[in-house]
């Protein structure tokens, strides 16, 4: 863990080339050129499946990269994130179903309760670690979905249905591809606010807990106040994934997709990813997302296929794809200065 | 700043290169082939066998020149009984594949967002195993149903208990929709006609172990009906420990459809004895079509007593069949959307069909549970003998009026 440091995330960094001159402009304007070029990608000759899975994709990019939050900068082991995910999906559903909101405000305060519930998921970092912590989150992570699965006016387990998509005016975007154009620009958002909170006081405030939480303590930081605050901004991505998931064509949520599986299918994004690398995260989603998708026609050995890229990813890239390029461009580095002072003498 | 230009660039090029590993724009897909992606819960050893043999069923039909001259393609997914991954693998038949029909799926929480789907993209859906009423009562004018709906269910045993054993019933179920759907049927029947509330209920959590508590409760009760839902495993710990608490034998057990699965009666062992069920179809049922069929999959699927999940697959696929014949396909891309109508029209103009349920199966063109609850008959079965070479005995068959229940 306390090897996984984001040096992108390294704010002495100087800038440099084309990128640099478009920061030097406003550090939005590299989201803004994202963006547009993200765009067109649902018309690049996809059917509306392939766009389904660019959606889902999305979404669990978000959830990856709110869990890196949490887990890779302040290095607090938890195991209920999926959990969290639940509570935004069926806050956003009951907002919009029975409060008659609109998506548009269904999310924000989905998003809210979801943050309050991570503070609450929260507390109990105050005194625990590891191991423990990850018992303590999985038992209130699971304690959420028997909440759900018996609960009635929640479907129970039948499932919550009917859940309206996003208007625009008299427009549903209940298609994949108009979807897209919702999840999308979030997705972008919330991968912006994750490098701005890693540059951020609070960032090192983060990464100060999670390499020795005592040591941070006895530098002046409120230990306790940051833990709370890794959680309630790794809810906020929670909910705004899990409100997107519920008002996703068909609008249908169940408890089935919020089991243990589920958690450890997003463990393995973030930790193949790289734990601490925020572009390892969006990698991570997009390859466990698709080894999702492809496996689906070996339905007899999915969970073998599966199991073996966790067990291998573990034993053979601890540190991830990320991990990877770390070491790449250390390696890279060490060269240049090796040749650098081979050529000085 | 460097190191994040070089891993932004990484980011789309994953995207790129990921989307193309989702099978690059839909490939064209071969005219003149009739395509069905079933999707079912084969995350048990049972689903294998039985989406198997779903597939085979359809696919023999090639070996012999296919139906009109038309070979059958099959896209067999296993949907885990999780609603997101039946969601994902009926938008990738509808859209990747272009299927002219989609048979699924076993759980009703699949199969009911399965059926807003199809609706909204008029694709023909054919439901084998689901019981949940309200897949039918959504409206769509694309779902049918072989499987006998709960609203049926429910009334076969309830009914019977009450005139022949008695109407003191204590209900213990786990939170699965099986299990749920169960007890609240049966407590809403029990209401209605005998106005008689339940003498003990409560439901625990689907991967509990241990129900002793609450059966010794039970037990001070001193009911006549003990009813179990819930899914298979949980049915026969219930049953099991009932005995191990001192529930006397003369309490009649009932259970919930899953109680006709294999795993019952052997993991509850000589407690099965007198276990009472509904059911769509039992491998004890003597007609000449029923024992055929118990014999192709005990030789071909090593299935000893293949239960109903079994015959319902069986028979989605000949209805399924019978349909295809009947409709007039132009099999190409162009006529995709009115080849599903066609088969929609011909599933809906299936009359009296008589296969393996105990009674016939008829559709309609009205999209209401009336007309697309197809088959309307349940039976009630009693477990004779626990164990690996457990036997059952067939009690009642029950038909119901279309309208029954609504």
């Known amino acids: 863990m306390s090897a996984a440091v984001d040096k992108d995330a390294n704010p002495e960094s100087p800038p440099a080339g084309l990128l640099a001159r478009l920061v030097a402009i406003h550090p939005v304007v590299p989201w803004v050129i994202g963006f547009v070029l993200l765009l067109p990608l649902p018309l690049l ?4 499946y392939q766009q389904y899975i660019l959606n889902v994709m999305l979404i669990n990019v978000i959830l990856a990269v709110g869990l890196n939050i949490v887990k890779g900068f302040a290095g607090q082991v ?5 959990a969290l995910t639940a509570i935004g999906a069926y806050s956003s559903a009951v907002c919009a179903t029975k409060l008659g909101m609109p998506f548009w405000l269904a999310l924000p305060s989905a998003m809210l309760i979801t943050a309050a519930a991570g503070a609450m998921i929260g507390i109990p970092s105050f005194r625990l670690e590891g191991a423990y912590l990850a018992l303590a989150t999985l038992g209130l992570g699971e304690s959420v979905r028997i909440v759900i699965s018996v609960t009635e006016p929640l479907g129970a387990s039948i499932g919550y249905e009917n859940i309206p998509p996003p208007f625009l005016g008299s427009f549903a975007l209940d298609g994949h591809r108009a979807y897209y154009y919702v999840v999308m620009p979030l997705a972008l958002i919330g ?11 609070i960032g090192r405030a983060f ?8 040591a941070a303590a006895a530098t002046g930081v409120n230990v306790r106040k940051y833990k709370v605050i890794a959680f309630v901004l790794s809810a906020l991505y929670a909910g705004c994934a899990g409100s997107l998931q519920a008002h996703m064509h068909p609008g249908f949520l169940h408890p089935n997709n919020y089991t243990l599986t589920e958690m450890v299918t997003l463990l393995l994004m973030v930790v193949f990813g790289g734990i601490g690398h925020i572009w390892g995260g969006v990698i991570g989603a997009v390859v466990v997302t698709i080894i999702n998708e492809r496996t689906a026609d070996y339905y007899e050995y999915r969970m073998l296929i599966y199991g073996s890229i966790i067990v291998f990813t573990v034993m053979f890239m601890p540190r991830g794809i990320g991990g990877i390029i770390d070491q790449y461009i250390v390696k890279k580095r060490f060269l240049a200065i090796r040749r650098a002072r081979t050529n000085a003498a | 700043m460097n190191r994040f230009v070089k891993r932004a660039s990484l980011a789309p090029i994953a995207a790129l290169l990921s989307l193309g590993m989702t099978g690059a724009p839909a490939a064209a897909q071969q005219d003149g082939v009739i395509r069905v992606g079933i999707t079912i819960r084969m995350i048990v050893e049972n689903g294998l066998r039985y989406g198997q043999m779903a597939k085979d069923e359809l696919e023999a039909v090639n070996a012999t020149g296919g139906i009109n001259g038309k070979k059958i393609e099959v896209i067999l997914l296993d949907d885990e009984c999780k609603p997101d991954k039946g969601v994902a693998n009926v938008n990738r038949f509808i859209h990747q594949h272009k299927v002219h029909l989609v048979m699924g799926s076993t759980c009703s929480s699949v199969s009911l967002p399965m059926v807003d789907i199809t609706a909204k993209e008029e694709v023909p859906q054919i439901v084998p195993h689901s019981t949940n009423a309200s897949i039918t009562k959504k409206g769509s004018a694309w779902v049918f149903r072989t499987a006998v709906s709960e609203r049926f269910y429910a009334s076969v045993h309830a009914k019977y208990l009450a005139e022949n054993v008695g109407k003191k019933v204590a209900y213990l179920f786990t939170t699965d929709g099986a299990g749920i759907g169960f007890a609240k049927d049966y407590i809403s029947f029990m209401r209605s006609t005998y106005n008689v509330e339940p003498a003990y209920e409560t439901q625990m959590q689907e991967t509990d172990l241990d129900f002793r508590s609450h059966l010794l409760k039970i037990k001070s009760l001193n009911p006549d009906v003990l009813a179990i839902g819930g899914q298979s495993d949980a049915i026969a710990r219930i049953t099991q420990q009932s005995y191990e608490v001192g529930i006397p034998a003369r309490v009649r057990r009932v259970a919930a459809s899953a109680a006709s699965n294999a795993p019952v009666p052997e993991l509850a062992g000589d407690a099965a004895k007198g276990l009472t069920f509904a059911a769509a179809f039992t491998c004890k049922d003597e007609r000449p079509i029923a024992q055929a069929f118990v014999k192709m999959v005990q030789e071909k699927y090593k299935i000893r007593c293949p239960d109903h999940d079994f015959s319902q697959a069986y028979e989605t696929a000949q209805l399924i069949k019978l349909a295809l014949g009947r409709a007039a396909l132009g099999l190409t891309e162009a006529t995709l959307k009115a080849d599903r109508t066609a088969i929609r029209d011909a599933l809906a ?3 009296d069909y008589n296969g393996l ?29 626990g164990g690996k070479d457990y036997d059952m005995a067939l009690l009642a068959r029950v038909s119901f009026a279309a309208d029954f229940g609504l």
């Open chain 1, 207 to 214: 990464k100060a807990v999670r390499e020795d939480a005592l």
């Open chain 2, 349 to 351: 103009s299936i009359k």
């Open chain 1, 45 to 48: 000759t996809m059917n509306a």
């Open chain 2, 357 to 385: 349920a105990s009674g016939p199966i008829s559709f309609c063109a009205d999209p209401t549970p009336q007309c697309r609850d197809g088959n309307r008959t349940g039976i009630l079965v009693e477990y004779t003998k």
């Open chain 1, 78 to 82: 938890t195991v209920g994130h999926i």
């Open chain 1, 191 to 201: 991968l912006y606010f994750s490098f701005s909170i890693l540059r951020s006081d």
